[in-house]
């Protein structure tokens, strides 16, 4: 898991965790697994556990779309630059290729 994966993972568990969120053990949840996910997007997210120990967070299509926010693609990260406009002057060297020996 990257860094950054890691860092909004406990964003999103701190924030369960304030909300005061169900937690559901990984058998009940597989049992009711209609039940948590429209817990989840009746009351916000819902926490799996696996042997006592915090696993999956269960989160709406909605919840996601606002953590996960707008990822620009590259031509739009490039127009939103703060180089643009900004004039590189990019001359070839004209010399000729150095000798090797194979």
């Known amino acids: 898991m990257t860094k950054a994966k890691r860092r909004d993972f ?3 568990v701190r924030l369960v965790r304030r909300l005061d ?3 559901w053990q990984l058998q009940e949840a ?8 429209k817990a989840a997007e009746r009351h916000g997210p819902q926490e799996i ?3 006592g120990e915090l696993a999956v967070v269960v989160v709406s299509h909605k919840d996601f779309e606002a953590l ?3 990822k620009p693609s590259f031509v739009e990260f490039m127009r939103h630059s703060p180089l643009v406009g900004v004039r590189l002057r ?10 090797t020996t194979l």
């Open 68 to 70: 996960a926010g707008h």
């Open 49 to 51: 556990t696996v042997r």
């Open 21 to 23: 969120i169900r937690r």
């Open 30 to 37: 597989k049992a009711r697994l209609s039940e948590v996910v």
């Open 90 to 99: 990019l001359e070839r060297n004209r010399e000729r290729p150095r000798r």
């Open 10 to 12: 406990l964003n999103l």
